[in-house]
């Protein structure tokens, strides 16, 4: 079956994985983390900068939200449900993105070991829940009909 890519749809899931990347770093990085953050200030820019930055970090959400609902609408799969297909993506690109990237933070960085971990954890399931919208907002089009 030729799935041809809804602008559309593809764009309301882009927006609500953004959505997800967008609350999920908030309660990762300023909830979960926030106290060891503050406690480690010496580590990371002051709040001034990253409030200068912030357009960056959006960019970057952005991006990822456009380019995980790419990839998840090219490999959508006939037949099989949107929710189970939704949650195996995410957990596969969360693998991909943190795991390997955990390894390499720990070899470069002398950050905890807890750190790194909370990192991956708060990583995979933001893109486990993000895939998961995914998986909801983008329905092809001939699955509609």
Do not use: C
Not at 103 to 121: A, G, K, T
């Amino acid at each position: 079956m030729n799935v041809k890519l809804s602008v559309r749809r593809w764009g309301l899931a882009v927006l609500g994985a953004f959505a997800v990347l967008v609350i999920g770093d908030y309660l990762i990085h300023e909830v979960w983390l926030g106290a060891f953050y503050r406690q480690t200030a010496a580590w990371w820019r002051p709040g001034s900068e990253m409030k200068a930055l912030m357009p960056l970090m959006l960019a970057g959400q952005l991006t990822l939200a456009a380019l995980l609902t790419l990839i998840y609408a090219k490999g959508y799969e006939a037949g099989k449900g949107t929710l189970g297909q939704g949650f195996r993506f995410g957990v596969l690109t969360g693998l991909l993105l943190f795991l390997p990237k955990s390894f390499m933070l720990f070899f470069v960085y002398p950050y905890p070991v807890s750190l790194v971990l909370n990192w991956f954890i708060g990583g995979l399931i933001e893109t486990t829940v993000a895939g998961l919208i995914i998986g909801q907002l983008y329905v092809p089009e001939w699955k509609l009909k």
